[in-house]
């Protein structure tokens, strides 16, 4: 997840509330009403603040932008490099999706263990405590291509290793664990890859236009992904993996005859690695607003990390296959899809305040529903409801975080992010492992109902979001 926004009067986009993909909300977005986000104050570069004097933040920012971008006045559809990123991506992020719904199906169905479930979970979001910051520096340091190429080969030749293990029916959960682990961290460096790239192959002004493209795309791929990913698993249970090896070649393909360069612009010599790393911590750790988001979007990432694993146990508890497992998904990813496509109106017209208030609201009163339910028709339409708000902010969020975060900062800022608000995922997955296990799915969904009223409270009664709500609307 990432952190969720809205735009204000002025058709800004600015972050209020978690976002997400096919997962939830994410906070990677300084806020609005933040003076050090509008450009004016205060930013980190190599460790040292930016004086209030250089240029403002947005010009700066769409200078980089211009350098190496196409003209304006190509649109995207003949955007060459970016279709090909968007392509390229769209299929990584493709198998992605088919493989991590897999992976927990694959233990769930062998070994009838809600607790292996977790501990696989728990393995492919891992990569979120340990590699999300390293991974950001290093994608400031090395050329973003070539980083997303070494992912797309590596995880080309592990998912063929875990979809010849399937084959030979040699489910060992420890192997299980071991490739989710590796999936989740190359797709890390994938992801930061591919978000910050897209600054370098189009303008400043197509900026909210392509990463609302890149949302939708997200969204569908949710939609296909998953359901897919259950009716192949039906068919035979090594074919989802055989299916993700085969988009990771293709995306590799597609990356290769990218053209522009899409290295970052140094600010200096290089420095020690945990220093770069406290370029982008300090940055994001200044914005005011930033900080409570952060830590409100890192407790729902807990509970939608808690909502997949109980979503799947409650279906498989009242008969459900794969396939009704992967159709439920897909409709959730339907309510994405419709919320990144709603964005743009709706950032239009209400404020940043609003946004994180209601959005919270939403999920206060559908998220414990998913588990009290037994219908898999009315699962669906709940989740769908969820993953509607979590869509509609990440549009938003994502071009706050693109305009206004320094290009060479933009890796950093990006892990940073990424790294405080869904390292929380690991523990989400351990959490609803052990309650499914122990407690059943009615205590599971009283604990998520609690959580998420704490947090609904927090953005509520927050001073720093009713001031940066203001800001927005002044």
Not at 9 to 25: I, K, Q, V, Y
Not at 144 to 156: E, W
Not at 425 to 442: D, F, P
Request: proline share 6%.
């Amino acid at each position: 997840m990432t952190i969720p926004t809205a735009a204000d009067a002025r058709g800004r986009s600015d972050r209020t509330g978690p976002t997400a993909g096919t997962d939830g909300p994410r906070a990677d977005a300084p806020p609005a009403g933040d003076p050090q986000a509008a450009g004016g104050g205060a930013a980190v570069t190599a460790g040292k603040p930016r004086e209030a004097t250089e240029e403002p933040q947005d010009a700066t920012d769409d200078a980089a932008l211009g350098a190496d971008a196409p003209s304006p006045t190509v649109p995207l559809r003949r955007n060459t490099d970016f279709l090909r990123l968007w392509v390229g991506a769209g299929l990584s992020k493709f198998g992605s999706t088919v493989s991590m719904v897999a992976y927990p199906m694959l233990v769930l169905w062998q070994t009838g263990s809600a607790t292996a479930c977790g501990y696989v979970a728990f393995a492919a979001a891992l990569p979120n405590l340990l590699v999300q910051l390293p991974a950001g520096a290093l994608v400031d340091r090395w050329d973003r291509r070539k980083v997303m190429l070494v992912c797309d080969a590596v995880r080309m030749l592990a998912f063929a290793a875990v979809a010849l293990t399937a084959y030979h029916h040699w489910v060992w959960v420890p192997l299980i664990m071991a490739a989710a682990f590796v999936e989740g961290t190359l797709g890390i460096f994938y992801a930061t890859a591919e978000q910050v790239t897209v600054r370098n192959v189009v303008p400043s002004e197509q900026l909210p236009a392509a990463l609302a493209q890149n949302q939708a795309r997200g969204a569908a791929i949710g939609l296909l992904g998953q359901p897919l990913s259950g009716l192949l698993f039906t068919v035979l249970r090594w074919l989802p993996f055989a299916v993700t090896a085969v988009a990771d070649l293709i995306a590799l393909i597609c990356l290769t005859f990218i053209r522009r360069d899409l290295r970052a612009t140094p600010s200096g010599p290089p420095q020690r690695l945990h220093h770069e790393i406290k370029d982008g911590v300090v940055w994001l750790w200044r914005q005011k607003f930033l900080r409570i988001m952060t830590a409100v979007f890192a407790g729902s990432n807990l509970l939608f990390q808690m909502l997949g694993l109980t979503v799947m146990v409650v279906i498989k508890e009242h008969g459900g296959s794969p396939a009704v497992l992967g159709l439920v998904s897909g409709v959730a990813g339907t309510g994405g899809l419709l919320g990144a496509l709603a964005a743009g109106w709706w950032s239009k017209r209400v404020g940043l305040y609003a946004t994180a208030v209601l959005g919270h609201l939403v999920w206060l009163a559908l998220m414990p529903l998913v588990a009290l339910l037994h219908q898999p028709v009315a699962i669906g339409v709940v989740a769908a409801g969820i993953m509607f708000v979590a869509g509609l902010f990440n549009v938003c969020g994502g071009v706050y975080m693109a305009r206004n975060t320094p290009n060479e900062l933009q890796g950093r800022v990006t892990a940073t992010s990424a790294f405080l608000t869904s390292g929380a995922n690991a523990l989400g997955s351990l959490a609803a492992g052990y309650l499914l296990a122990r407690a059943g799915t009615t205590w599971t969904a009283i604990t998520m109902a609690a959580v998420l009223l704490l947090l609904t409270a927090a953005v509520t009664l927050s001073p720093a979001v009713r001031a940066a709500g203001r800001e927005a609307a002044a």
